[in-house]
């Protein structure tokens, strides 16, 4: 069920006019939902032991902004191997799945023609088409699964809303820690942040 709840909230972000998210669990003074806690940094050494300090502290649902690559981040932050491999292999073996049952359903049983004197089900002039459909399903997964994976495309992101993000593409980094992490409570993480040095700590209000 609760699988389902996240699917459904993440689905939302995208159809605000179809699907509506959980009640939040923290609001501002305002009644907004609050997106979660952000933390300034201004130095690469600190963002980077900061990061290593909240994967340590066990959050899942954060991200770190930085306006350039940092070498080994993702290990700092605890990221586990991407899915889209294995959703591209699905893709492909989907796509050949389909090459082969359209075409050996086609000339087995729906049309069958004798070409050149070869067997109905043939499959040697199937591999071209299974080939190309299995190229093209895993080219579509890889981009599709790409952009979904990463929330994109979003037109909007409640970070915006915060004035001092704006310096994320220049020279500073940040950290946030979202609401809808199930760890996450506002006091606990308001002193972790402090004490892996975070400046301008602010709770940020979901655009909602």
Request: proline fraction near 8%; charge should be neutral.
């Amino acid at each position: 069920m609760s699988m389902l709840n996240n699917i459904t909230n993440y689905a939302a972000d995208y159809f605000p006019m179809l699907l509506r998210k959980d009640n939040p669990k923290f609001v501002t003074e305002t009644g907004k939902p609050v997106y979660g806690i952000v933390a300034e940094f201004d130095e690469t050494p600190k963002v980077f032991k900061a990061a290593q300090k909240v994967r340590d502290a066990g959050y899942s649902k954060w991200d770190l902004h930085s306006p350039f690559p940092i070498h080994d981040i993702e290990k700092a932050m605890g990221f586990k191997p991407t899915k889209l491999p294995l959703m591209a292999g699905g893709a492909a073996i989907v796509g050949v799945t389909i090459a082969v049952l359209l075409q050996w359903g086609t000339s087995a049983y729906l049309y069958p023609t004798v070409v050149q004197g070869k067997p109905f089900e043939a499959w040697q002039p199937f591999v071209p088409i299974m080939f190309e459909l299995g190229v093209l399903l895993t080219a579509f997964m890889c981009l599709f699964g790409m952009l979904a994976l990463n929330g994109l495309p979003r037109w909007h992101h409640p970070l915006f809303t915060h004035d001092r993000f704006a310096r994320v593409s220049n020279d500073r980094f940040f950290i946030v820690i979202e609401a809808c992490d199930p760890s996450f409570e506002p006091t606990k993480v308001k002193k972790l942040l402090e004490e892996a040095g975070g400046q301008h700590i602010t709770l940020v209000a979901d655009s909602d």
